[in-house]
């Protein structure tokens, strides 16, 4: 019995501050928006209002903003794992940078994506100029753009990195002697995967499920300027409802139908992950891996490196193409300022800016993840707590910027217009991507380990240094990587909120883009380039840590 | 576990203690504008030196949610001063009573037809005018006319050749749609919303996917649609960010009558602000010509003043809506809702 005790010590010490942030940082404030949404009109008439937010028109946007996102992640997630395997398996030159630019989709802001799709698929594309020659017609052919098609393929750009890290981050651990056996026992390889890897690999893959699925469930710029204005998310038409039209209390009632679809999944899947996950002996990577040798891999290599080149490369490579349109032109004018605007943005200042605050987020989204994971891993009945963790993924960014607005202003918490609530609100929703990084990773460690260790005279500290830690540490750097994308490419809450001049990357891109004119566009352009490179290398930073004078798994 | 704690408390400690200190001195005034706000550093420092004071701008994001902002947290608001109400979001504005009253002595250089408030809660700064604007190499090599009124552009000679903004999400988007307004009336807008439907118009979400995506005549636009909605201004920018390569600008600006919608901008004090005499010496200066000859090649809009001198690519290229459509303000706020969702039911359905 005291054992017991103490174990519930344990849980309740760890989560105390993630549950004392999520407490401060989201239900606070969201508490205060909703109250005030409510009270917004005197004489609020409960069941008018309950019968606009169920009105048949939110039952369609509902039903389109569930379909598209299953969609997004089914597709993304079919494409995904065939590289995933490539990546978990197989050794070869340039996999650790080709890893990092499937990351950059993440960052870009969708104006950015919309221009690179608009370049690749639109009218004046090389595709659309070669068909309209090879079959003499005067007006483009194929425009992709404003169609559910375009709306799935910007998602699956922006999510396959999730796949491919995620997913191939866990199966690179899982010892390949298993599918070994079952192919020796005479198994075909689609019964080894389907009966030995596949079951083994859920964890990761649920999780990796999960979280594309939240992230589109609450897409928005990608509706919007690719899908066009004939489709509609619940976000979409809780921004329009409080933007364009101020009403607040339909707002919120949306924005509490988002979040209830969002709490349903996730503790369905919270519940379900704790029996999915099966302890096995984990594998280091540099025994499971191997260099492609038969011809059979290097075609199947090559041909997902394909894959990805078109979906991934593409696009992007034609941002950098045109942000060298006039050779080094565009990139020596972000260093000028010719009209003196003293919202001039010096690169230098914009990089640094929005670094600080990415290293910041991951610090900080690094030490609330792993104790909540830590926290969680063991416990069955964690599966409540682990669904509030993943709440603020799903929850609409208008409606928790305007929360912070309204809670934010006061002493002990005025943090308005300070860096520390960017960071704050870029954290809430970087927290979920280290969460269910290391949860799976933490879950598969079989506990004889641990028990072996502290037998052995460990004390908890020392166990998870020497155990836990090794082999959860790729797990751990994946959960930095997205934390630190989720901040650069200005995600969340805090980017709906004034603030002072601190200018950032994604901020200034948004500026020049919002000008006609060659100069402006080419900026842009160069901007975004910028904004690629830096992430590849905090990405490639990232992943060579290593704790020192310990060999990680 | 202690180290953990330790290294979360230090970067609590250090983001919260990022917060600037007002040290004696110079005060610092508070002005919150829209993201695309700019303004020379020249003319920042003049009006820092002549107070002794510090400007702190804000940047809310675009004007719905800057409005937004103000009217949530007007018992505390972030800002003294707010810039960038624009005459189709005044009215909720000013119902909100975000705003102190103050008769700024400058306005007597400001055209009578902007005065929108009577009771001089807002100060006009500013105006542009949301108009057509067409790739003038497709007009030439397909010899077209280029159109001169709205009824033009259901004619079958500019079929599939429109591309306008959402109005539900983009300002020139919703300026488009007045000036269908006040053009056909309340009980005429649908219809004619119903034959450009008809003649193949494109609606997409915003200005830049209008511009850059779908237009065909700007240096870097992506498509094929030869008419967008943009503004007035637009082609002196394309000439200015050539940087020399070009010294025509490839598209033009219709200015006919009833085909524009005049955006005029607006600077007010918010109530429960602080330092009032700043923001009112903040007012004064927006209205000064110091400020108001900066205006164009920061913000490529007019200068609100009639003293104000214009610089050259302006005279040279950016035109002025002949009799823009006239749309009351208050009217727009009271139906906004109403006639975005008709609309929506008749173009987007």
Known sequence: MPRFHKENLTFSGLLLLPLLFLAIFYFYPLLKIFHISLTWNEGLDITALLSRVLSSSTVRVLGFTLGQALLSTVLTLALGLPGAYIFARYDFPGKRLITALTTVPFVLPTVVVAAAFTAVLGPKSPLNTILMWGMGQARPLLDLR???GAILLAHVFYNYTLTLRMVGGFWANLDPTLVQAARALGASPWRAFREVTLPLLLPAISATAMLIFIFCFTSFGVILILGGPRFATLEVEIYRQTVNFANLPVAAGLSLVQMMCTLGLTLIYTRMQSGLARPVDLRPQWATQQRPRRTGEIVYIAANLGVALVLLGVPLLTLVLRSFDLGLRYYRALFENPRHSI??????????????????????????????????????????????FMLPLGTSAVTLGL?????????????RGTTGLIVFGHTLVALPFVVRSLLPALQAIRPSLREAAATLGAAPPRVFVEVDLPIVWRALAVGAVFAFTVSMGEFGATSMIARPELPTMPIAIYRFLSR?????YGQAMAMSTLLMMVCVVGFVAMESLRPPGTQTF | MKRTILVVVLVVLLFTGCQSATPEGPRTLRVMTYGSFSVSEDVVAAFEQAHNAKL?????????????????????????????IDNTFLSRALNAGIFVPYKAKALSNIPASYHLDEAYHVVPTDFGDVCLNYDRAYFEENNLSIPQSLADLTHPDYKGLLVVENPAASSPGLAFLLVTIG??????YLEYWQALRANDVLVVEDWDTAYYGEFSGGAYSEGARPIVVSYATSPAAEVYFSEGALTEPPTGAVTAPGTCFRQIEFAGILKNGQHRDLAEAFIEFLLSDTFQNDIPLQMWVFPASANAVLPQVFGDFALVAEAPAEIPAASIEQNREAWIEAWAEVVLK
Do not use: C, H
């Open chain 1, 146 to 148: 404003y169609t559910l």
């Open chain 1, 343 to 388: 919202f001039y943005v010096p690169p230098v200042y914009a990089v640094v800016n929005s670094t600080r605050l990415a290293l910041a987020t991951t610090a900080l989204a690094l030490t609330l993840g792993l104790l909540t994971a830590l926290a969680l891993y063991r416990r069955r009945r964690g599966w409540l707590v682990d669904a509030l």
């Open chain 1, 403 to 415: 929360g912070y607005l309204v809670a934010m202003g006061r002493p002990p918490l005025d943090l």
């Open chain 1, 516 to 520: 006609p004119g060659a100069l402006n």
């Open chain 2, 56 to 84: 702190q701008f804000l940047d809310a994001g675009d004007t719905g949610q800057m409005l937004n902002q103000a009217i949530l947290s007007k018992d505390n608001p972030q800002a003294d001063v707010l810039y960038g």
């Open chain 2, 183 to 188: 053009v056909f009336g309340e009980d005429g």
